[in-house]
DNA sequence: TTGTAGGCGTTATCAT
DNA sequence: ATGATAACGCCTACAA
């Protein structure tokens, strides 16, 4: 990869290498470069085929066009999509984005905070790990821009994104006492994340409300030991004779109805329920599964909004988005 | 975000940037620089949290230390944990990754080749999209180390790291044989993509070797188009009655069952299929789904050695790697 | 209209 | 054992 400089460009047409780089940069406002000098660049620089070298470049300005986007999980298909669509929006606002996993872990998510900073990301987009408060807090105090994206701390003050949780999920599990369930099952992450446990909240109020909240009937389980925390669950639940059931994730409720399945439970009769996200799996099925479905494509292109408008304007207010999820039934 | 430079350090400590810089970059071999001092320097570098600016370090050194990734699509499943594995065994080589998208079109896959280029990325793992000989081409003239993984092109001698699509298929069809079938449909893309052809290969070829080719049971869908395609080629298929089919790719796959089931075909009793690619959905059927299991993790591994040995040893020599799949009955 | 020169933060060479 | 300095490629204030 030989390397074409603004002063292999100067040099070739014996101008000098600041005129070469005013043209080039765009900043040849009226006319401070001769129409005649500035073709002969222009054209120079098609034929060699000259890159910017960012390095220079960002040592320089001090930016890098860069964003850093830190997923707890790539290999799930909501932070998939959710990839996708950020790196599309960035794209068109001229920026591009690294993307880094955590794998839930703090110890992961301190480390590629590390890296991206290190790298010189002009801001970050974040799924923050559980635990996680004092790196947020850190970036604050670096006055380093970023967004929480999915998931916040109701005790930091920050720029987010996220879906009404709370009031979906209590709409969802009103739909399923609608229904005629009478004895509801919740699973969910044992995990101090505000987000599922908004949801977990939201469940559960609406139980209340309606006089048919059975405490037995909620379960946790660990995301380092999901498999078999769900399979228990599910099985305590039947037991338990549950007849309908919430999912509070993703993940969760893919497990969920995978050990329901397995358990010979008639679900087209004799159980209702509600999972977190849509997911191909569910189309497979003989029969329909509701779901709340996440507007992914807007959450990431509010996210990029809020994070472009905190870095370009200075923006410093924080400012938080709620975007609506919506009950899929169909 | 304020910055922490080797300077800073230096006046604080009243000593030369060089000697910080020595010390920080791990450098100072035999005791070039005194314990005592060093110490010092260690010390003052946690307190003020530095962080070494790459822009400056790249600049210098003219190498980067991140890799580009271009996929297909990362909201796909199999992409998504290819770029997990990738990026973690990039890590373990010091080395970030930034991941771009092509959705499967050439002139986005130029557009990211452009981007990443001009980042300065050390190399690209790519997944090249069809009609993308050219692009590939110009990555060999300018000297850019890559690597192609899942997909490569027959006519182009690169690096590559893939499955055995002909041998697998080939045995999966044979497997259907065995058990029974007589009369078996075939989806693929309608690309002309190698990796996919190979598959279709393996497949008819099976066919023809037990004398049951019926080139009418053979369908091709579009990436464009996919639902619609794969409901019509699945309808058609049923009307030929088939008992047996295999499906080329992931995508295909999951739309593919969805489809039979929706046909109402009797799967446990009727009909035995292969399908690409593990999904979280095979696991919800009430029957079981044998698959071909790619080896992701390893194919990322092997990717980021074969593309780190290229950069580092300046490695001209391409090398192929082809790992088996295996083919999942349980 | 165009050129000169300083500096961004690092590393590496050469002095001291 | 440590320091001074040049260089990487770019941008920009200022000079010509």
Same mark, same amino acid.
Do not use: W
């Given at each position: ?8 460009? $100067? ?6 290498? $600041?005129?070469?780089?005013?043209? *080039? ?22 034929? /060699? ?9 960002? /040592? ?43 794998? =839930? ?18 801001? /970050? ?14 970036? +604050? ?24 949780? !709370?009031?979906?999920? !209590? ?47 909620? @379960? =946790?389980?660990? !995301?380092?030991?999901?498999? @078999?925390?769900?399979? &228990?669950?599910? @099985? ?30 008639? +679900?087209? &009769?004799?159980? @209702? ?9 569910? !189309?497979? *099925? ?20 809020? *994070?472009?408008?905190? +870095? ?13 999820? =919506?009950?899929? +039934?169909?």
């Amino acid at each position: 990869m030989k390397r074409v400089s603004l002063k292999v460009i $100067a040099e070739e047409l014996s101008v000098s290498v $600041a005129t070469v780089s005013l043209v *080039l940069s765009g900043k040849n406002e009226r006319g401070r470069v001769s129409q005649e000098v500035e073709k002969k660049i222009l054209n120079k620089a098609v034929e /060699l085929n000259y890159m910017p070298n960012s390095f220079a470049k960002g /040592l320089k300005m001090g930016r890098s066009k860069t964003l850093g986007l830190i997923v707890a999980d790539v290999s799930n298909v909501f932070f998939g999509t959710l990839a996708l669509h950020i790196q599309e929006y960035a794209e068109k606002e001229g920026y591009a984005v690294i993307i880094a996993n955590t794998n =839930e872990q703090e110890e992961k998510m301190e480390k590629m905070i590390k890296l991206l900073t290190s790298r010189q990301v002009d801001g /970050l987009i974040v799924t923050p790990t559980e635990k996680s408060e004092k790196l947020i807090e850190r970036l +604050i105090v670096d006055k380093m821009p970023f967004v929480l994206v999915d998931r916040s701390f109701p005790t930091i003050n920050t720029n987010f994104v996220m879906i009404n949780n !709370y009031e979906i999920s !209590y709409q969802a599990t009103q739909k399923l006492i609608e229904r005629g369930c009478r004895n509801i099952g919740l699973l969910n992450y044992h995990q101090n994340m505000y987000h599922t446990n908004e949801r977990k909240r939201g469940c559960i109020e609406a139980l209340q409300q309606a006089n048919i909240y059975h405490p037995e009937n909620v @379960k =946790e389980v660990r !995301y380092e030991n999901l498999k @078999k925390d769900v399979e &228990n669950g599910i @099985k305590e639940l039947v037991k338990n004779k549950i007849d309908g059931i919430f999912f509070t994730t993703n993940s969760i409720s893919i497990l969920g109805v995978k050990n329901l399945v397995k358990q010979n439970v008639d +679900i087209r &009769n004799s159980m @209702k329920m509600v999972c977190f996200d849509e997911n191909d799996a569910f !189309y497979l *099925l003989p029969f329909s599964v509701p779901f709340i479905k996440q507007p992914i494509e807007k959450m990431g292109q509010r996210a990029i909004q809020l *994070l472009i408008d905190q +870095i370009e304007k200075q923006n410093s207010t924080t400012e938080k988005y709620i975007v609506d999820a =919506e009950l899929i +039934i169909k």
